[in-house]
């Protein structure tokens, strides 16, 4: 990494390195070690191991404070929608991260620069270069720069009241296709009506909800596969 590019970087993030080959750590995938043996850097997976932990920490702490009222739950399903593979490949996109990553010809020429994985990894990466340079305090400034006007944005009845949209975002970024919802039973009076609603998720998984409307139980059935899929996660 030239000194400039370096530069431009170290003034997004908000951080001065005290050792810059941190950030260059960072910044290395997996791929390009093998193919440079002359280069002493090491690949970001531990890194990035790392700066998962920071991330999701530092995300938590910042729930907690914009909603002192919420369920655990829908904290779970807020910071799982912030930390996500399409979440942070976003943010380093506005970083301008990709033209900065070490990668091989082979993933060069497939425009690994862009995938969001790799982009999100090494934001994680970052995160825990920074944390490794400066400790957590200096760690979470860069995670409050990065996300922080985003959480303070989330409206106030953020919370159980649109799983819906929680379960799309989620199914997006983990399986890169839509939850789909069908109508599977309905029993009662006309006038007493309970309805039951099945989502299905791109990788097979189901969860059923019910309600006295179709939107009440589809918001019931996301509500429940997302707490499945929070599970699944640990």
């Known amino acids: 990494m030239e000194e400039q590019q370096a530069g431009e970087l170290v003034e997004l993030l908000g951080h001065e390195f005290s050792d810059l080959s941190l950030l260059r750590q960072s ?7 093998a193919e440079n043996p002359d280069d002493p850097v090491r690949d970001n997976q531990r890194l990035e191991f790392l700066g998962d932990a920071v991330l999701s920490l530092s995300v ?3 729930l907690m404070e914009r909603f002192p009222e919420a369920a655990e739950g829908d904290l779970t399903r807020m910071r799982a929608s912030l930390v996500s593979e399409a979440r942070l490949a976003e943010v380093a996109r506005g970083l301008c991260l990709g033209k900065h990553i070490l990668l091989s010809r082979g993933e060069n020429l497939c425009r690994g620069f862009d995938k969001p994985s790799i982009l999100a990894g090494c ?3 970052v995160i825990g270069a920074v944390y490794q340079d400066a400790g957590f305090g200096a760690a979470f400034r860069v995670v ?3 996300l922080g006007g985003l959480i303070q944005s989330l ?7 649109d ?3 929680h379960l799309q975002e989620r199914s997006q970024a983990l399986f890169q296709g839509a939850p789909r919802y069908e109508e599977v039973a309905e029993e009662g009076p006309d006038h007493d ?9 791109p990788d097979g998984s ?4 019910s309600g006295r409307s179709k939107k009440a139980a589809a918001q019931d059935a996301a509500a429940k596969a997302l707490q499945g899929l929070s599970e699944k996660e640990g």
Request: charged share 25%; aromatic share 10%; with cysteine.
């Open 206 to 209: 189901f969860a059923e909800g």
């Open 163 to 165: 799983h819906k949209t």
């Open 123 to 125: 934001l994680e990466a």
């Open 193 to 201: 009506k309970t309805f039951f609603v099945r989502v299905t998720l």
């Open 144 to 146: 409050e720069r990065l």
């Open 60 to 62: 938590s702490d910042m």
């Open 155 to 161: 409206p106030d009845g953020l919370s159980a009241q």
């Open 27 to 33: 910044l290395c995938h997996g791929s390009y070690p």
